[in-house]
Nanobody, 123 residues
């Protein structure tokens, strides 16, 4: 079993910043090669935001996140981060942490999910 716990969500004005964190814990010590962030706005499908490999090389971003969001991870802390700058009202969503073994934007390739953290951007 893998447990992913997100934190750092909240309410911010447009143009502001937030940093999300996702801490992973496993009873077996299993680690996932890929960790990613997805988000789901009310009435919309869950969409890919960003992903990062265990080595941290070549992070992968959705077009909506490029230039504004930065994904990173600290393997020693089993924690992944999403630094979000220049936030827009359309970034409002529940943000989910996910873990898997395939470098992909497809939800189906991620085996473990967190419960989500709400991000609300006011105009």
């Amino acid at each position: 079993q893998v447990r992913l716990v997100e934190s750092g969500g909240g309410l911010v004005q447009a143009g502001g910043s937030l940093r999300l964190s996702c801490t992973a814990s496993t009873a077996s010590g299993r680690t996932f090669y890929i960790m990613g962030w997805f988000r789901q706005a009310p009435g919309k499908d869950r969409e890919f935001v960003a992903a990062i490999s265990r080595t941290g090389g070549s992070p992968y971003y959705a077009d909506s996140a490029k230039g504004r969001f930065t994904i990173s991870r600290d393997n020693a802390k089993n924690t992944m981060y999403l630094q979000m700058n220049s936030l827009k009202p359309e970034d409002t969503a529940v943000y989910y942490c996910a873990a898997g073994d395939v470098y992909s934007s497809a939800r189906s390739t991620y085996a473990a999910w967190g419960q989500g953290t709400q991000v609300t951007v006011s105009s």
